[in-house]
């Protein structure tokens, strides 16, 4: 057995093999009958309020947190709509067939409510700091929630460890610099270490406002790059409007019996249609790892729940807009047939489709949206390093270390890749490998707290909907306006 086989057997068989597969399909489908299928019901509700979002993006001085509701989700955004969507999703279809695509979908459907439940939890159960500054995620729910009952403090934590210990690997098994290199470079033919650094020092300069600076960044670079991928990708499809329903319905097809293999294209089998489209749909979506809810613990907002709302939409256009409209992209242009992988894939379609300029375009989007993404992750990884190092008298000294060191493995990556030619593809799967740990011990401890998330959202319902009655949220909440009983409606 050759290395590379070796990883996929590791990555597909284990890490993302049959049990943690049924994992992420029970953990959305007990979300959904026990909250009686909330993501349906305010689907409508989630997309308007973060469309309500674009309205008025200033931020709520007289509520807790660090950044306002609306730079929380464009921070989100921004990490989930990058390199994942135009990378990720090709290197799904070229290791798991278009059938990857329809398992993506699937993945996607629980992940509405998932991502509702984690950032509600998150925002819950933050931790404020005495500056006012406000920090939340998996581990702190796990202390938080679960911790505090003895006959679960040894659960909590090695759920805790689990986490972070997956979490932190993320810095060593970080490709997006790759990605980006790997675009740029081959779309304008420069070498892709010289790009690696140059996207290095672009990425110096975003982080070193901290998530402040970066909150007003994303509200500006995020919708931007959005449109503009949108009306390219939209432009190839309806040119090609006559192949839409073949490709779904290729997608479909495949996602039941695998792909065959054709030309270059190594073929895909059910069980990696399976594995590649849902570990794939998580890293793109981010529903159930637990990240997005490190950033949204942090916005200022006056109900846990009404933040939680904000995923519905996240997942969504994540997912069924940007990762379809790329996946159509490809499939309708036949370019997975022909081998290539990863961005180089995506790049070629856009490039069949709108010629040399949409591809050079692309190759921009991809850089931007790499900044966006690369940021979002250095923020999150340092919300689980100040949970990790408490009140060490050295967490200000390891703070400013990791701010320097955080770019510096991604940009080995394509180093090491360069310099021993490994393909797009194979790299994503160690992608793989380091979402496969967080998302275990996230989802055990999100069905732990379940019965926490639904007094929340009945606290909601009562307050802003006059359903129900009034419990009374449960007392960890720190959120000003709710401890103090302000029951003015929120929209």
Known sequence: MNLEKLIYTVVYDYLWGTPLIILVLATGLYFTLRSGFLQFRFFKTGLKKAISQFKSTSSVDNHNGVISSFEAMSMALGTTIGVGNIGGVAAAIAVGGPGAVFWMWVAATFGLVVKTVEITLAVYYRTRMENGETYGGPNYYIHNGIAIEKQKKILAKILNFIFAFGFIMGVFINIQTYTVSEAVGNTFNINLNVVGIIYTIFLYMMISGGMKRLGKIATIIVPIMCLFYIMGSGYIIIMNYDQIVPSVRLIVNSAFKGTAAVGGFAGASFKLAITSGMSRSVFSNEAGWGTAPMIHAS???????????????????????????????????QQWELGYDGATLTLHAFETGVGTVGRMILAFGVFFFGLTTSSGVYTQIEVVLRYVLGESKLKFKLLTFYKWFYPIPSLGM??????????????????DMSTALPIFANLIALIILFPTF??????????????????????????????NGVDEPIS
Request: glycine share 10%; net charge positive; proline share 4%.
């Open 299 to 333: 916005a200022k907002v006056n109900h846990p729940f009404k933040q939680g709302l904000l995923g519905i939409f996240e997942v969504f256009f994540d997912t069924f807009v940007i990762c379809t409209l790329t996946s159509l992209v490809i499939i309708l242009s």
């Open 454 to 483: 639904k007094k929340v959202y009945e606290d909601y319902m009562f307050r802003y909907k006059g359903i129900g009655e009034n419990k009374g949220i449960p007392v960890f909440y720190e959120g000003t306006d709710v401890q």
């Open 414 to 431: 394509v180093l090491v890749a360069t310099k021993w030619g490994l393909p797009g593809a194979s790299l994503w799967i160690f992608s």
